[in-house]
C-alpha cells in the first residue's frame, strides 16, 4: 500500500506570492491533518479535513487555508506569503475521523525569500 | 502555552545502553500520548502509543511509560543503536472528543555513538 504522498517536495517563493501545496492519503482513509514544522516551534496543527469538511483548525492566521477532495485528497494554500512562512509542510492521514495514530508524508519544503 | 514540553532538545548514549527520553503535558483531557521517530527529509513515523487507562505499554526495545498524577510519559529504548538516531516527538491528543488533531512537543535529538 502506498504511503502519503506530498508534491512537490521543495519549493521556494517571494513574499507576497501564494502557494498551493498538494497532500494525497493512504489509500483508504479519509482523515487528513496538516502540520508545520519549523526548527524552533516544532510541529504546530495547522487544520483537519474529514469527507471535504474541515473539522479542526489550529492557531494560524486566515492566510493559511485548505480544502479536501472527494477523493480525500487535500491542498493546503498560503496567501501573501511571509518570510516566516519558511518551514516544512507536513501532511497526515488517517483511517478514521478520529484517530490518533497518523501516518506522516515526507512534507514539502517551502522556502520564502 | 506549551501544553506539550521535551525539555531534553538533544540526548547522546553509547550504543547497547539505555535512552530515555521525557515529555511532560500541562492538559489534563489529554488521554492518550504517541511517540513519532524523525529522520532527516522524512515525515515521522509512528513508533508507540499508550492511552490513559494503562501505565506502560511495551513493543520490542521500546518502552512508553506514563504517570499520570505527574503527567509525564517516558521513552525507553533498550538496548540503543545507531539506527535509532533520530528525532524523536512525543504527542498527545484526547480520544472521542472533537479535536481530530495530535499537540506535539518541540522534539529531542537522540544521537547514539557506536
Known amino acids: 500500500k502506498a504511503g502519503v504522498t506530498q508534491t512537490p517536495r521543495y519549493l521556494i517563493k517571494t513574499r507576497g506570492q501564494q502557494v498551493t501545496l498538494s497532500c494525497s492519503p493512504i489509500?483508504?482513509?479519509?482523515?487528513v491533518s496538516w502540520y508545520q514544522q519549523t526548527p524552533g516551534q516544532g510541529l504546530q496543527f495547522l487544520f483537519e479535513?474529514?469527507?471535504?469538511?474541515?473539522?479542526n483548525k489550529g492557531n494560524f492566521p486566515g492566510r493559511f487555508s485548505g480544502r479536501q477532495f472527494s477523493n480525500s485528497r487535500s491542498e493546503m494554500n498560503v496567501s501573501t506569503l511571509e518570510l516566516g512562512d519558511s518551514a516544512l509542510y507536513l501532511c497526515?492521514?488517517?483511517?478514521?475521523?478520529?484517530?490518533?495514530?497518523?501516518?506522516f508524508g515526507p512534507g514539502t519544503r517551502l522556502t520564502v525569500l | 502555552d506549551q501544553q506539550v514540553k521535551q525539555n531534553s532538545p538533544s540526548l547522546s548514549v553509547q550504543e547497547g545502553r539505555i535512552s530515555i527520553l521525557n515529555c511532560d503535558y500541562t492538559n489534563s483531557m489529554f488521554d492518550y500520548f504517541l511517540w513519532y521517530k524523525k529522520y532527516p527529509a522524512e515525515g515521522p513515523t509512528f513508533l508507540i502509543s499508550?492511552?490513559?487507562?494503562?501505565d506502560k505499554n511495551e513493543d520490542g526495545r521500546f518502552t512508553v511509560f506514563l504517570n499520570k498524577s505527574a503527567k509525564h510519559l517516558s521513552l525507553h529504548i533498550v538496548p540503543s543503536q545507531p539506527g535509532d538516531s533520530a528525532v524523536y516527538f512525543c504527542?498527545?491528543?484526547?480520544?472521542?472528543?472533537?479535536?481530530?488533531?495530535?499537540?506535539f512537543g518541540k522534539g529531542t535529538k537522540l544521537s547514539v555513538k557506536p
Open positions: 499508550i492511552s490513559s487507562i494503562k
Open positions: 504527542a498527545a491528543s484526547k480520544l472521542g472528543g472533537s479535536q481530530g488533531n495530535l499537540i
Open positions: 489509500s483508504g482513509h479519509r482523515s
Open positions: 497526515a492521514s488517517s483511517v478514521i475521523q478520529i484517530s490518533n495514530e497518523q501516518f
Open positions: 479535513y474529514f469527507s471535504e469538511t474541515q473539522r
